[in-house]
């Protein structure tokens, strides 16, 4: 704070850049648009079947439709970046700060989906250097610091010789001190997640808050000085003033952040409103007559302002012509007290531990900042009002993962019965044992169309050409995170080098290692996934080589294939009248009928998942503003695919009952037929066909998963690798930054004052031993802000004074407690009428503190 005319202190305003905000939001909506979200989950399981689990689009709309929203956002950002102490900037710091807020529940800007760099120079510390952060929550608590910042400047703005000017100003300096604390509570209980800042600090903001409360409560002593209020009222408030006082300056020396300059300011404030509270009591005293209670509190008092003035080298004028006037006046007033009681009164002088503690008024609390609501007719509408708030893509997704777990858990449910089908037949010689007997010569029909649709698909050959691609796939992938992960470990080397180089004093930046944790935990899912992903591949490999032979046999030509089935002399009659044998075909028919009924289920409840969309509902929710049960609205959602999932059921209950019945319908079989050698060859052939049919799908299916996996993957792999490329480019201009700071820090090129290069011994705080802090000695782009106090700089409250008036007090004079022959000792303005104290010894009984 620069002000040559008061004694109270303001905040500085923490300096921005500007930030192409709307640009990053228009690049997601329109890569959301056009490609939908990354991969939520990705699932392989043990069989090499590849599941993708997407969630639904993030946005399908243009994001040209919101042109005038992004304009209108930028705007509102670039309007916060210069600030002056009007009430203008506190309407245009609320605008952006409800706007952010509705923003923040649209989009997931955070340092994992929309990258957003906010920098920030910091208001205190050694350095005031920029702070960035991928954080929405960042630029928010930014923007609450400077709403608490403008508050304590209009606060010092008020005018202090009127009534309402005094009450406007304890209004402005209480709502500081609440945005202060709102910061400091929001930040403990996870509200707002900040990266390491001194402005941050939880003493830091201790402080301020403090020192807002402690204008705030001096305003009402003043306006109570003024209204002429009993000596009693105004030791009340002079001594809760000092309490505030007292602990601002406790939290600033702990913080290490605050100049010297400024805890002197605050300690000496402490030490003054002290010794005013014991001479108001004094003064009180001694119309009671209890004149040895006065001299002891008048002592008292002596004895702070003393303290104080050991600081009179270092303290602003107006502060120190103050506690001049009162130092006066508590001398001449403990002089004729001491004389009076020496020659008339006799008192005796009670100890300062036997004196009553003098009680406290505290008149101020902190204002706690507006809601949102409270502040939306200075918002306004909405941004993005008509796109889909990122709190519903959330729960649509939350919905999305539940429904298609239900889907695949049936799918799989399904799958496991039809193989389980398959296997029992296969363990029965079934259906080649049938065949067999109906057609002991050639290829039966149905041998024949699998073994065309085998060729058609490319054979064996087609196979392992698939599973070459799947594998080059699977290489481009690993490549895609390796890059990604050389990128980041590459930036973290250099950092942990600079670190190392210049040492943690000097290369402050937060280690990129703690920055990166979510970018490098997604690594290690998508690694997972990957390493997942080559075990099937792997599993996928072994069955074509374990069934390369009987495939091959599969795709060969028809001479080929009917060469290699056995054939046999057997009379077909026996195949048309045997009564077993038309019981177990009719039994085959019916399970084939199951499977075929069961895999139109299973398509059914997949189209029913695929127009299942539970957005509208939420959104309607969220237009009416209505809170939305998540759990209890998934339950009911989820009830439609009740009646598929019942019948899936039943279909596995009745093929359950029908393979039983083909045990005992084949035993009967196998006892009433006629086998020879020929036979049994050629039903095993043709069973082990109809299996290498249904290993050739099996394979071609997790070929197609596989591609599509890897497919996927890529993409999410190849914005991850952006994401990652993004944020090393970040730190290596943050580093570029750094490095010159240092350079011209090394060089002697920093503009250092006199102060900060011989900094002198912090003041204790009252009854407790010297503390030290630090002054800053960078200032950010803008400069110092024209009548607002610069931290970290020596405080400056001029030194010329407009001249003299008859009757009202000047700015910078000391305050008047005696007759005109003391040094004048007055409030730091002058309120309507004038007052002063008298040192004339009064007559017991007649006693007023005040001049007529």
Not at 241 to 246: I, L
Not at 361 to 383: I, K, N, R
Not at 537 to 564: C, G, H, P, Q, Y
């Amino acid at each position: 704070m620069n002000n040559q005319t008061s004694n109270f202190l303001s905040v500085d305003f923490k300096k921005t850049e500007s930030v192409p905000v709307s640009s990053s939001l228009r690049n997601y909506i329109a890569q959301a648009s056009r490609d939908g979200n990354d991969i939520d989950s990705l699932i392989i399981d043990d069989n090499a079947l590849f599941t993708l689990t997407s969630s639904k689009e993030a946005y399908s709309e243009d994001p040209e439709v919101y042109l005038d929203d992004f304009r209108s956002l930028d705007n509102l950002r670039n309007e916060i970046i210069t600030l002056e102490s009007h009430s203008a900037s506190l309407a245009r710091l609320q605008k952006y700060y409800g706007q952010i807020i509705y923003l923040g529940a649209k989009f997931p800007i955070n340092e994992n989906s929309i990258r957003i760099c906010f920098p920030w120079y910091c208001v205190f510390g050694k350095e005031r250097r920029s702070i960035s952060s991928f954080s929405l929550s960042y630029e928010r608590a930014c923007i609450l610091f400077n709403m608490g910042s403008l508050y304590s400047q209009l606060g010092l703005a008020e005018s202090r010789q009127t009534s309402e000017g005094l009450k406007r100003s304890a209004l402005y300096y209480q709502s500081a001190a609440g945005v202060f604390k709102a910061i400091q509570d929001q930040i403990a209980n996870g509200e707002l997640k900040v990266p390491f800042c001194p402005d941050f600090q939880n003493t830091t903001l201790t402080a301020l808050m403090n020192l807002m409360l402690a204008q705030a409560q001096e305003s009402f002593w003043q306006k109570a000085v003024g209204d002429k209020k009993t000596d009693a009222t105004i030791a009340k408030l002079a001594a809760k003033v000092s309490d505030f006082y007292d602990a601002a300056h406790f939290s600033a020396v702990a913080s290490a952040v605050f100049s010297q300059q400024w805890i002197i300011h605050v300690q000496v404030k402490s030490l003054h409103f002290n010794a005013a509270a014991q001479f108001r009591r004094g003064c009180e005293a001694l119309a009671a007559g209890k004149y040895g209670e006065e001299i002891a509190r008048l002592q008292i008092a002596e004895g702070h302002v003393k303290k104080a003035m050991e600081y009179q080298k270092q303290m602003a004028p107006a502060v120190l012509n103050d506690l001049k006037g009162l130092a006066a006046v508590l001398q001449s007033n403990l002089q004729r007290a001491e004389k009076d009681n020496n020659i008339i009164y006799l008192d005796i002088i009670p100890k300062t531990d036997a004196l009553a503690a003098i009680a406290r008024a505290e008149m101020v609390a902190p204002t706690s900042p507006p809601d949102l609501g409270s502040m939306s007719e200075v918002v306004g509408q909405p941004f993005f009002a008509k796109l889909v708030p990122f709190a519903v893509h959330q729960a649509v997704s939350l919905y999305s993962s539940q429904k298609e777990n239900l889907v695949n858990g049936e799918a799989d449910r399904a799958k496991e019965a039809t193989a389980t089908c398959h296997s029992t037949l296969q363990s029965l010689n079934l259906p080649g044992a049938i065949e067999a007997l109906e057609q002991p010569i050639g290829i039966p029909p149905a041998v024949l169309q699998r073994s065309e649709e085998v060729r058609k698909s490319g054979g064996v050959s087609g196979l392992q050409s698939t599973y070459e691609t799947v594998l080059a796939l699977s290489v481009a992938d690993v490549a895609l995170l390796d890059e990604a992960m050389k990128a980041l470990d590459n930036e973290a080397k250099e950092d942990d080098e600079a670190r190392h180089q210049f040492g943690k004093d000097r290369w402050t930046r937060t280690p990129s290692r703690d920055l990166t944790g979510n970018l490098r935990d997604t690594a290690r899912l998508y690694r997972e996934k990957l390493d997942m992903a080559r075990k099937s591949d792997m599993v996928v490999r072994t069955k074509i080589d374990n069934n390369f032979a009987v495939m091959t046999s599969l795709s060969s030509s028809r001479d080929e294939l009917e060469a290699a089935i056995p054939s046999s002399k057997v009379s077909t009659t026996v195949a048309l009248t045997d009564p077993t044998v038309k019981e177990v075909k009719a039994l085959l028919a019916q399970l084939n009928d199951i499977i075929k009924r069961r895999a139109v289920l299973v398509e059914d409840i997949k189209k029913l998942s695929k127009d299942d969309d539970v957005a509208p509902k939420l959104m309607e929710a969220t237009s009416k503003q209505e809170q939305v049960d998540n759990e209890a609205l998934f339950a009911q959602q989820l009830k439609k695919y009740d009646p598929l999932v019942s019948q899936i059921k039943q279909s596995i209950l009745e093929q359950t009952k029908l393979l039983e019945d083909v045990r005992v319908a084949h035993k009967r079989f196998m006892d009433s037929r006629q086998t020879n050698d020929m036979i049994k060859q050629r039903e095993s052939a043709l069973n082990n066909l109809e299996a290498a049919y249904r290993t050739f799908k099996e394979i071609s299916g997790n070929l197609q998963e596989g591609i599509k996996f890897y497919t996927d993957i890529q993409l999410a792999l190849t914005r991850f690798k952006d994401n990652c490329t993004d944020f090393v480019y970040a730190r290596s201009l943050d580093r570029r930054d750094n490095l010159t700071a240092i350079q011209n820090a090394i060089a002697g090129l920093s503009v250092s004052s006199t102060s900060d290069q011989h900094p002198l011994p912090l003041p204790p705080r009252p009854g407790t031993s010297s503390s030290s802090g630090s002054s800053g000695n960078r200032t950010p782009p803008g400069g110092h802000q024209p009548g607002v106090w610069q931290p970290g700089t020596a405080l400056n409250y001029g030194t010329s004074s407009p001249a003299p008036q008859p009757g009202v007090w000047q700015p910078g004079s000391a305050l008047n407690y005696g007759p005109p022959s003391a040094p004048p000792y007055q409030p730091q303005q002058n309120l309507p009428g004038g007052f002063s104290y008298s040192n004339n010894p009064p007559r017991p009984g007649q006693y007023s503190p005040y001049n007529p």
